[in-house]
Structure formats: C-alpha cells, structure tokens
C-alpha cells in the first residue's frame, strides 16, 4: 500500500509537470519545490492578487487563463499578458520586485499552483539548469515585447496581428498542412485589449481571417488551416501568407469582376451550401442540436443570399446570367420547402428534391464558369470544390434515409458520391505532386476521408439518431474544412 504522504508528491509532482521552467529538475529539488507549494482552485473572474500586494507566493498557471494587467484611472485598464497555457505568472516580477505592480485575474476557472517565493529563488541560485531555463523564459518574453511593439509601430494590420496571436496560441510553428485548433478562453473584449484593438476590429480581423480560408471559426475554437497560411504558387518556395493594407471599398460602389478562380470557387460554394442547408433542416427534424441547427439554417441562407447578390452585381458573361436566372428560380422553391416544419406531411421529401433541384442548377453554373475561366488549374479549383460537396451530399442522404423513407435510394446516392470523391481525389493527388504543401494537404484530405467513411459504415443498432449521427458529423464537418483549403490552395494558383 502506498503511504498517503507518497501519493501526495506524486500528485504534487505531476502539479510541476506540464511547465517546461520546471524540467529536468532533480529529485531532491522538486520535492522542495513540491513541499513550499500548494494548489489552488479559481472559478472565473476573481483576483489572484492584485497590485501592491506583498510579493511571498509566485504563481503558475496549470489549467484554465488569466489576464494580467495594469489599473489605469477611471476605472481603466491595460491588458499586459493573456495567458492560456501553463506557466509562471509575472516571471520578471518575481524575480526584481518585492511587491506584485500588475493585477491577475482569472477569465475562467483555473488551477493555480503557488510557490512560496523564498525557496523559488534558492532554487534558482542552486540550479544552473533551472537559472538558464528561467534566462530563457524572460529573453523570450522581451523578445515577444519588442516584436509587439515595432509591429504596432510599423503599421501591422489588424488581421495579420490577430493571426499572429492565433500562431502564438498554438505554439508558434504548425505542421505543413491539416488543422492546428486553439480555444480563445478569454472574453472577446480582453483579447482586444491584449493586441491594442477594439472587440469591433477584433470581430473583423476574424471574419476576414475566415473569408480568406485561413480559419474555421467554431464559437470560442479557432481551427488554423495548416496550408492556408502558406502563399501558394507554381514553382516557389512556400512562404507565409501576409496581409496588406487596403483601401476600404465605399458602399454601393459596383463588385468589379471576379478573378477566374475565385468565380469558380464562389458558383461552387453555391453548389455547397445545396446539401449544407439540407443538413440544417435534417438536423433539426432529428432533433440533433435543434437550436444550433436553425441558426445555422438561417446564416447559410443568408451566405447563399450574399453570393447570389455578388454574382449579380458582378460583371458576368451572358451564360453565365442566364444560368444564374435558373438558380435563382431553384431557390425561390428550396427556401419555400426549407421553411417547412419538418413534421409536415412529406416535408422531407420536398426538402431533399428541392436540394437536388438546386444543387444541379448550382453545378451548371460553376461548371461555366471553369469554362469560362479556361485552363487546367479552373478545373481543379472546380474538381476540389465538387468533392467538397459531395462530402456534405453523402452527409445529406445519410441524414435524410428514415425522415424520406429512401434508404434504398440514399445508398444508391451515397455509394455513387464516393467513388467520385475518390477519383476526383486522386486526379488532384496527381496535380498536386509539384507542391508539397498542396500535396500534403491532400494526404490530409485522404486520411480524413477514410475516417469518414468509417463513420459512415459502422455498428448503427441503436445509434443513428444519437452517437452514430454525432460521429458522422464530426468527422464530415473536419473533412470539409481540409477539403475546403485544397479548394482554397487551387484557387490561388490562378494567377
């Protein structure tokens, strides 16, 4: 049996554990380090201390964040750190000072080990490797700081500032391609205050972010695509994407005509948003997150709406016109069988033969605009933008086999979308061998499509209307974002 006191220290130990300052450190020090500390439990917004207190306990963050900051008159503030991660707070402070001149507040429940200051400084004097460890900790700190201020001064735009705090959260290098998620803790007004914006820029710096495929935006997790942050082109090195400054376009000033290759990439997101809106209607006929899926329902309403209204202000050939006449009038019948309560009398049926209808005409349209476009590379952006909703079609017959009664013919669907999923995939495998980061983003798309698959085919009894649909959800929604980037990837290559 072991004694509590041992127990005790491992878990002490394990307190240590998940900070890099604390590495390496022998076993008679750690135990000291153990036996002056203690665990302290926060819930969100509370002081763990606050300027002026008497500096006799550091601290390290081991879960949840903080922000720390300097109180300003009238009841102001100056966000110094937002800290997410487990580390020592206040290193610098610690160290030089006798009494804390920052205030830490907790932005959501954390765990907080403190560490009587006297024996954190002996240990220091006695460790060269926990002394250079430390050195290290403070040089980088001052480097983020004079980086933080030359990029404010030099003008750095809001959303390549936003960018490169997302890159900080996620540990400043990504792989090559697949998705690097962080969590921002913290409210939306304390993460401005850190990067010196207003919550309003903060909210735009995202949205552009996002519209630019270089985020997914999940409520509080921000999901980085890995390739996306890469300015792709034929024949280069690949190179950090960088953001210029532009002139705001005034309202009401005419859309000028598209880029070949984002034309193509916008009919297909109209092709997309067919079985996107489907699932919605699907999600709340299951009763899946019913809530969710009608804000979701009405905000890809209102994108299709907004690209509809940009293809019609743009400059566009006359097939293309006409062509975008006839999705106009698909959807006038597809948003009428949307609005349906779902437990009406064949509103399901109506539901998915409207999307077919839509969805055929979306196709016709994109399909134009590759032609219109000309070239190899139009034709993967609409390859990879087709596999892209062919992914969320399975996704939508998948959803909709008891609630139309067509699990025969869901199958048929579901089975045909595949096999052109897969050989689309591998002409883009094919197209993409010049590019590493390219081709790296498709392996991406290839092992994550198995795993849908696998979603797809599993065990059902008893699960298709709780964990198996949940499953199948994640998995589709994770493909679709790494299919989403490919598209992306293509559409810059048209230069």
Request: proline share 3%.
């Amino acid at each position: 049996m072991i004694p509590r006191s041992s127990t005790r220290r491992a878990v002490q130990r394990d307190h240590f554990s998940c900070c890099a300052l604390f590495a390496a450190l022998d076993a008679g020090r750690l135990d000291a380090l153990c036996a002056a500390s203690r665990l302290i439990e926060l819930p969100a917004r509370v002081t763990l201390y606050d300027a002026g207190d008497a500096l006799r306990e550091a601290y390290m963050l081991r879960s949840g964040s903080v922000v720390r900051f300097q109180k300003l008159a009238a009841d102001g503030r100056k966000v110094i750190e937002l800290v997410q991660g487990p580390q020592m707070l206040a290193l610098g402070e610690v160290l030089a000072l006798a009494r804390y001149e920052s205030t830490c507040e907790t932005t959501s429940a954390a765990e907080v080990v403190a560490i009587r200051v006297a024996v954190l400084r002996r240990l220091m004097t006695e460790d060269a490797r926990l002394a250079a460890r430390t050195i290290e900790v403070l040089a980088k700190r001052q480097c983020a700081i004079e980086f933080d201020v030359t990029g404010h001064r030099s003008g750095a735009i809001v959303a390549q500032r936003m960018l490169d705090y997302l890159l900080e959260l996620a540990g400043g290098h990504v792989p090559l391609a697949g998705e690097t998620t962080v969590e921002l803790k913290a409210p939306k007004k304390v993460i401005a205050a850190r990067l010196g914006i207003t919550p309003e820029a903060f909210s735009r710096s995202l949205r552009e972010l996002s519209d630019k495929g270089v985020i997914v935006v999940d409520k509080s997790r921000i999901h980085i695509q890995n390739a996306a942050l890469l300015d792709t082109g034929a024949g280069e090195a690949p190179r950090r994407l960088s953001f210029a400054r532009k002139l705001r376009t005034p309202r009401g000033t005419p859309e000028k005509g598209l880029a070949p290759g984002e034309l193509v990439n916008l009919c297909g997101k109209l092709r997309l948003l067919s079985p996107r809106l489907a699932l919605a209607w699907a999600l709340v006929a299951h009763g899946v997150t019913p809530a969710d899926a009608r804000v979701k329902l009405r905000q890809r309403a209102s994108e299709l709406e907004r690209i509809l209204a940009r293809l019609r202000g743009a400059q566009l050939a006359l097939k293309l016109g006409d062509a975008l006449d006839v999705l106009d009038d698909a959807w006038v019948t597809y948003e009428h069988s949307l609005a349906a309560p779902s437990e009406a009398d064949g509103a399901a049926c109506r539901v998915l033969a409207a999307s077919e209808v839509f969805l055929g005409a979306a196709d016709a349209l994109t399909t134009l605009a590759e032609h219109a476009a000309g070239g190899q590379l139009a034709r993967y952006v609409n390859i990879a933008g087709r596999n892209r909703m062919l992914s969320q079609r399975m996704l939508k017959f998948f959803f909709f086999k008891d609630l139309a009664q067509c699990e025969s013919e869901a199958d048929v669907e579901i089975a045909r979308s595949a096999e052109e999923f897969e050989a689309n995939l591998a002409e883009l495998r094919q197209s993409g061998q010049a590019l590493p980061e390219l081709l790296a983003q498709l392996d991406e798309v290839d092992e994550q499509w198995r795993r849908f698959n696998e979603a797809l085919v599993s065990d059902e009894r008893g699960l298709r209307r709780s964990r198996q649909l949940r499953k199948v959800l994640g998995e589709s929604s994770r493909l679709l974002r790494y299919v989403d980037t490919a598209v992306k990837l293509y559409e810059r290559l048209i230069r």
